[in-house]
């Protein structure tokens, strides 16, 4: 699954021939949003069907947040022009699966936890 993902996300990113670099960096993203998706989910494995909202959401990851270069892209939250202001905002993996929230929605596990399922 984990190759197919890496294929769409190679896609949909548009890099035909990856450096080793982006191959790394991707092969990191998409193994970390598969756990992010199966921690949000509270499931085992992860279902065939929401491999292509993952190689979505690590293409926006990849886009988004820099990887690959030094600095961390920023996004301006606000603008003020009295005093001049402006703040800004970085994005996170949480937040991202948060935009997600209605197609990951299903393939939430609903079952509760009680202390002795934790070890």
Excluded: H
């Excluded at 991707?26 to 279902?47: G, K």
Aim: proline share 4%; glycine share 6%.
């Amino acid at each position: 699954m984990n190759d197919d993902i890496k294929a769409d996300v190679l896609m949909l990113l548009g890099i035909s021939t990856p450096t080793d670099t982006q191959d790394s960096i991707i092969s990191f993203l998409v193994e970390d949003t598969i756990e992010a998706v199966r921690a949000y989910c509270r499931i085992e494995l992860v279902p065939d069907k929401l491999a292509t909202l993952i190689a979505q959401m690590v293409a926006r990851q990849y886009r988004e947040n820099g990887y690959g270069s030094e600095e961390v892209p920023t996004d301006v939250k606000s603008v003020s022009e009295g005093a001049r202001s402006v703040s800004f905002e970085t994005r996170s993996l949480a937040g991202m699966l948060n935009d997600y929230r209605a197609r990951l929605k299903p393939y939430v596990n609903r079952k509760g936890r009680v202390p002795s399922d934790i070890i």
